[in-house]
């Protein structure tokens, strides 16, 4: 790809952000949760797991778990039993446990609204802090990436940064504060729907025009 000016790379995600906001209007989470704390429970289960099994486990798990002393209080062999499915569940359920007890200990029970305060938490890094700001409490304070924005950020030429640390500090550069969390709905469900990681469906892509498809291997069938 020829050296892009600032200028011109700003006025090319501008076109991006337009074109994926009509390709996806209704770009939401997608782990079915209906408050903060089963956000923040489904996004520590979706480590290394799909949304779709995630909410399969989540459909019986928020039944039964209903507050932050629930989980603080269950026999860890039970919580583990319960979130088998969505892997590496014994790690998983330690630290779902533990950080329900700074929950129960520190915020009465409630999940703080700080990124300090939430990354303080057993199993909270920065990117699970960031969907529960977002999408719980409508708080843009940095964008997620995940495995999906990091790869359509490298091949949509947003960013050669390789670290999820890095790449989120060049985007929150690039990307108006009040779409960072749209941003991410928007480039997880094009990475889902039409930019996969193996086989990207570039001839079909809504924004294809507007990406040097940078790292994109050509080949000459579509499957
Ligand atoms: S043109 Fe290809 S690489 Fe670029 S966003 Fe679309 S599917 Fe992905």
Not at 73 to 78: D, G, H, I, M
Not at 107 to 112: A, C, D, K, R, S
Not at 183 to 204: M, T, V, Y
């Amino acid at each position: 790809m020829p050296r892009e000016t600032a200028q011109a790379k700003a006025a090319r995600l501008k076109k991006i952000l337009g074109a994926l906001d009509r390709t996806y209007p209704k770009a939401h989470c997608e782990l079915d949760h209906r408050s903060p704390l089963e956000l923040l429970v489904a996004t520590i289960l979706s480590a290394q797991c799909t949304d779709k099994r995630v909410n399969i486990v989540t459909r019986d798990l928020f039944k039964k778990y209903r507050s932050a002393a629930d989980y603080a209080n269950a026999p860890l062999a039970e919580l583990e039993q319960a979130i088998r499915t969505t892997g590496f569940f014994r790690n998983k359920a330690k630290n779902i446990q533990a950080c329900c007890r700074k929950l129960v200990e520190r915020h009465n029970g409630q999940v703080p609204r700080t990124m300090e305060e939430l990354t303080r938490l057993d199993g909270v890094g920065r990117k699970t802090a960031n969907v529960v700001l977002g999408n719980a409490f409508g708080i843009n304070v940095g964008v997620v990436v995940d495995t999906h924005v990091a790869r359509l950020s490298h091949r949509l030429g947003l960013t050669q940064q390789t670290t999820p640390e890095k790449i989120e500090q060049e985007l929150i550069a690039l990307v108006p504060q009040a779409q960072w969390t749209l941003f991410s709905h928007w480039l997880i469900w094009h990475g889902r729907r039409r930019c996969d990681a193996r086989k990207p469906d570039c001839e079909h892509c809504e924004i294809k025009k507007l990406c040097p498809q940078i790292g994109v291997i050509k080949t000459d069938t579509h499957g």
